[in-house]
Nanobody, 122 residues
Framework: VQLQASGGGLVQAGGSLRLSCAASGRTFSNYHMGWFRQAPGKEREFVSLISKSGADIYYAAAVKGRFTISRDNAKNTVYLQMNSLKPEDTAVYYC????????????????WGQGTQVTVSS
């Protein structure tokens, strides 16, 4: 499956952004989807995941209560609504697809998008 992430940009602290990840090539509804991020000089870290049906959702502690993941299987797209953004949210955000099951571990994912830059200014 090919994944195309978009929606990143520059925003002030306290602002909001909505990331999108459009999938093509395979049956999107067969895949659990995750969002990860990587800040400069840091390892890639888990942000959120949603099961293939959308029934199960999980967030990293750092974003819980501020970020919302959702998916539209009819549009082959997963979203990440990010509110109350903080400078420490600055990173490249990646979407990923896993056939076997959602996970907080990046090596559980089979396909990755190219990433979209999110920069939060203070």
């Amino acid at each position: 499956v090919q994944l195309q992430a978009s929606g990143g940009g520059l925003v002030q602290a306290g602002g909001s952004l909505r990331l999108s990840c459009a999938a093509s090539g395979r049956t999107f509804s067969n895949y659990h989807m995750g969002w990860f991020r990587q800040a400069p000089g840091k390892e890639r870290e888990f942000v959120s995941l949603i099961s293939k049906s959308g029934a199960d959702i999980y967030y990293a502690a750092a974003v819980k209560g501020r970020f919302t993941i959702s998916r539209d299987n009819a549009k082959n797209t997963v979203y990440l609504q990010m509110n109350s953004l903080k400078p420490e949210d600055t990173a490249v955000y990646y979407c990923a697809a896993a056939l076997a099951g959602g996970s907080t571990r990046s090596n559980a994912y089979d396909y990755w998008g190219q990433g979209t830059q999110v920069t939060v200014s203070s």
